[in-house]
């Protein structure tokens, strides 16, 4: 596995990881069940997506990303602020739409930085692109 390749697999993991955790800390504050089904259902396909590339890596025995105490009490810490006084499923669906938006600009930037990378990653990378620009369109619905 090529240093361009291990690069896009680490990024595809930190973007799944950050999704995942922003998931699991705005879920206890939904109160939409559709809204909630559908956060449920990403968080699945990120996982998926996370395994995939942790797989990979592993296999080459390449090294895993490994989120910070920091990265994750920021996240958080962003998320609990920005809901303190407002809770609705609106401003939820565009929190979600900005963390989305985000991941896609960061993978966007790792595959520009890597073109170098192999096929098998550059797909993956592509696949969670897609499934985030999906995600926004379903968020669309809760603004």
């Known amino acids: 596995m090529t240093a ?3 690069a896009v697999y680490r990024e595809i993991q930190r973007n799944t990881d950050m999704a995942m955790k922003a998931i699991d800390t705005i879920s206890g504050k939904v109160y939409d069940d559709n809204l909630a089904l559908q956060i449920s259902k990403q968080s699945i396909k990120y996982s998926e997506i996370h395994n995939e590339a942790s797989k990979q890596l592993m296999a080459a025995k390449a090294e895993n990303y490994q989120s910070s105490a920091l990265s994750n009490a920021l996240l958080k810490t962003g998320i609990h602020y920005n809901t303190i006084l407002n809770t609705s499923t609106g401003h939820l669906a565009e929190l979600m739409i900005k963390e989305n938006n985000n991941g896609i600009l960061e993978m966007e930037k790792v595959l520009k930085h890597n073109e170098n990378a192999g096929e098998r990653p550059v797909a993956l990378a ?3 692109i897609d499934f985030e620009e999906k995600n ?8």
């Open 4 to 6: 361009h390749e291990a």
């Open 136 to 143: 926004i369109a379903c968020l669309k619905e809760y603004l």
């Open 126 to 128: 592509k696949q969670l």
